[in-house]
């Protein structure tokens, strides 16, 4: 059990990564850039995908259908076999619970076909734990997860965190720190910058570097 509360399930820490997660470009970065450190696996379904694009589309300013169609492209061809796509059984497993929003039923079905062992999501209330402990499913926000991770895996968190900031010319680890923070990670912000050394409070994200969903 790690200080966040959470357990990490061992030995495969597979993801669904819910589509309120990927809408957020710091969010989206961490976790992915994670996965691609292979201490994590991360999977989502076409729903999630969907979704994840028209909110973008609809909330981010500039951001095109184009530019949602690239991003999911990108993430595909990164994340070749992420894709997984529930079936009947899987949604029929669902069929005797009463969920917060019934939308949220593609997530716990592609958690059940993935044979995931968490969801990260910002809605976790959606997600009753009587239902997930009866699917054997963890639900985390990505705050949770994140500090988890960086708990067991410093050095990789810490290779996440240089990767990103890497990603956008002008970015500082306190810039992009702050943006992590106020996408609602404030204690793997928190954790990040004391592993590195860095003192002073994070600086007000750059308006057009970490708080932009463009498609780099």
């Known amino acids: ?23 957020s470009r710091s969010l989206r970065d961490y976790l992915l850039i994670a996965a691609e450190q292979e201490i994590i696996e991360v999977c989502w379904s076409p729903g999630i995908l969907a979704d994840m694009a028209d909110k973008l589309i609809e909330r981010r300013e500039g951001f095109t259908r184009q530019a949602a169609e690239r991003l999911v492209d990108a993430m595909s061809r990164t994340f070749p076999d992420a ?4 079936q009947p059984q ?13 939308d949220d039923r593609d997530v716990m079905a592609t958690a059940l076909a993935a044979e995931a ?7 976790r209330k959606h997600f009753p734990p ?46 992009t720190l702050a943006a992590l923070s106020k996408a609602k990670a404030p204690r793997t912000a928190q954790r990040i910058a004391a592993a590195l050394g860095l003192t002073e409070p994070p600086a007000s994200p750059q308006p057009d570097s970490r708080t932009s969903d463009s498609v780099s």
């Open 83 to 86: 894709l997984v796509t529930p």
């Open 90 to 102: 899987h949604f029929a497993r669902l069929a005797g619970f009463t969920l917060p929003d019934d």
């Open 117 to 123: 062992t968490i969801i990260c999501t910002l809605n």
């Open 130 to 175: 009587p239902v997930m402990n009866d699917l054997g499913l963890t639900v985390m926000g990505p705050d949770d997860l994140f500090t988890a991770l960086v708990n067991d895996y410093l050095p990789q968190m810490i290779a996440v965190h240089r990767q990103v900031v890497a990603h956008f010319p002008g970015a500082t680890n306190q810039t």
């Open 1 to 23: 059990m790690t200080d966040t509360g959470f357990e990490l399930p061992a030995p495969v820490r597979l993801v669904v990564a819910d589509a309120n997660v990927l809408f």
